[in-house]
């Protein structure tokens, strides 16, 4: 990007912000920007969508957005009995992985793009893959390194010095351990792993509660004390964002890689019973936070605002396996997810406004297999390749907001928020040649909500405007495949926002085109 442009991006921005700012001053100053709201009783519907649009994403919520792509490592004592679930009775001595080397995942997940990665440090059938102090049930009694080994241990190391973010995933269903079904004994239980793990092996930046929960050794179904939980997390790792049974980050709902066609981050929670010395605490929402189902289709629409009685940013991670299953089994080592079936994962979950947890599981060795490296760097590949070139850099970009029209305002990953007027906007590219393109991108500003309810992309066909794309949410990202066109001119038509839509990039690309000529 030229000097010049630069600087004209500045006043631009300036302008822009002005303008918008000076329409919306009340809303944009005095709005206290937090990632929950209340709502009164019997305010209007108006009232309402105003408050939802203005619930933003914690510091910490978006950053862990933008990290995109995230991996999942399924390695425990079923990797070594061939199950997906174990009912916590396999003798430890079976855990024994004679090459494992978590450098060797870390390099692989890092070079396919993953930015954390999370270990099941333990899964349902409550072998702990570190020595704990409160079991023996874990590496400490197996044959692995004569139980002298720490997998936890070494799954950090190896993040560390690749540099990505460490997650940890801990059941709390717990299929061995004699205590689980004792509620109170089995709450003690489960703090003081995670203590030990929060403690013990430097900064942790996810903790994954996973909401399988069944019978106990003694047939007695567990009462789990969440807030507990919470407060552990939260004193330990004040940075750590809290998944699935927790108010950090919602299970997308579904184990396909495929996120919802509309994803709303805002949505209805009821916090009436927060009195004013909760509201001010750091964490509200976790006091009074029940676990529940996330699951239908429709979680943040007008219609479920209608009656909401607080809101909340609660995003969705998208979580997927490479292979059929969670855990490495030999059968499924030709039913590894291509990079073509791994590409439409991206476009449906990162695309559809959500984060993609990935699972690679390593094998018996202990090492990630080669058709999963294989698939991952063609993954990887079709995304540098599909991404690599914003068709829009440099357009002449035009709006029905600005009188004046600019160049390469989204160009170059140097984004400018773009406050729009009313429910409908326009922002149309001109490029300098006719390109063809079968890919658009669109991210909104969601540091000032999530607002974009309905939007179209259309093309000049040297005669008139046709439509190419059509979306409902936007969020962090939206992507959007359709059949090849060529033009010159295309334009973005936000039909239908909650309050001002913020676009913040606009990108334009072409998969499989070759655009050289
Ligand atoms: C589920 C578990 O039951 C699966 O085994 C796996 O860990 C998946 C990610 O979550 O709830």
Redesign the pocket.
């Known amino acids: 990007m030229t000097a010049a442009i630069k600087n004209n991006s500045k006043i631009f921005l300036l302008l822009i912000l002005s303008f918008s700012f000076g329409s919306n001053s009340a809303l944009l100053a005095q709005i206290e920007r937090k990632n929950f709201a209340i709502i009164n009783p019997g305010e209007s519907i108006e009232s309402i969508i105003e408050k939802a649009a203005n619930v933003v994403p914690s510091k910490e919520q978006y950053a862990w957005q933008k990290m995109e792509f995230i991996s999942?490592i399924?390695f425990g004592m079923n990797t070594f009995t061939n199950k997906?679930?174990g009912d916590g009775t396999d003798d430890p001595k079976v855990f024994n992985p004679t090459r494992l080397d978590t450098r060797q995942w870390i390099r692989i997940l890092k070079n396919a793009g993953a930015k954390l990665v999370i270990l099941?440090a333990k899964?349902?059938d409550g072998f702990c893959l570190w020595p704990s102090k409160f079991t023996d049930y874990s590496v400490k009694t197996s044959l692995w390194k004569n139980g002298k080994g720490d997998v936890v241990r070494e799954f950090v190391n190896a993040c560390n010095e690749f540099g990505l973010k460490v997650g940890i995933y801990l059941s709390p269903w717990d299929r061995h351990e004699k205590s689980y079904g004792d509620s109170p004994r089995y709450n003690e239980y489960f703090t003081n792993l995670l203590t030990e793990l929060l403690s013990n092996y430097g900064k942790i930046s996810e903790v994954w509660f996973?909401?399988?929960c069944g019978e106990g050794p003694n047939g007695k179904k567990q009462i789990y004390d969440w807030q507990q939980y919470y407060r552990v997390v939260r004193k330990l790792q004040p940075n750590a964002l809290i998944f699935g049974m927790a108010t950090d980050i919602r299970w997308v709902g579904t184990e396909t890689g495929i996120g919802r066609e509309t994803e709303w981050n805002v949505i209805p929670i009821d916090l009436t019973s927060l009195n004013k010395e909760e509201y001010n605490s750091v964490h509200p929402v976790d006091l009074i936070y029940n676990p529940k189902d996330y699951t239908e289709n429709d979680l943040g629409s007008r219609e479920k605002l209608t009656t909401a009685k607080g809101l909340f940013w609660y995003p969705a991670e998208t979580?997927v396996s490479i292979r059929p299953g969670?855990f490495y089994h030999e059968k499924e080592d030709d039913k590894v997810k291509t990079p073509e079936e791994l590409t439409n994962i991206y476009f449906n979950s990162v695309g559809r406004n959500g984060v993609l947890l990935l699972n690679v599981p390593p094998n018996k060795m202990g090492l990630i297999s080669s058709n999963d490296e294989k698939n991952l760097i063609g993954f990887k590949k079709n995304l540098n390749a599909i991404f690599k070139n914003n068709l829009l850099e440099n357009s002449q970009v035009k709006t029905n907001l600005w009188k004046k029209s600019f160049k390469g305002v989204f160009s170059n990953k140097k984004t400018i928020s773009c406050l729009q007027k009313d429910n409908f906007s326009v922002i149309e590219f001109e490029m300098v040649y006719p390109k063809s393109f079968n890919v658009v991108m669109l991210q909104e500003e969601i540091q000032l909500g999530q607002r974009i309810e309905k939007f179209r992309v259309d093309y000049w066909n040297d005669k008139e405007w046709n439509e190419c794309a059509r979306g409902t949410t936007v969020g962090f990202k939206r992507l959007i495949k359709f059949s090849p066109v060529k033009a010159k001119k295309i334009r973005i038509v936000v039909e239908q926002s909650r309050l001002n839509a913020t676009i913040k990039n606009v990108g334009l690309f072409s998969e499989s085109i070759n655009n050289a000529l």
């Open positions: 999942f399924h997906e679930w099941t899964h349902h996973d909401g399988a979580d969670w």
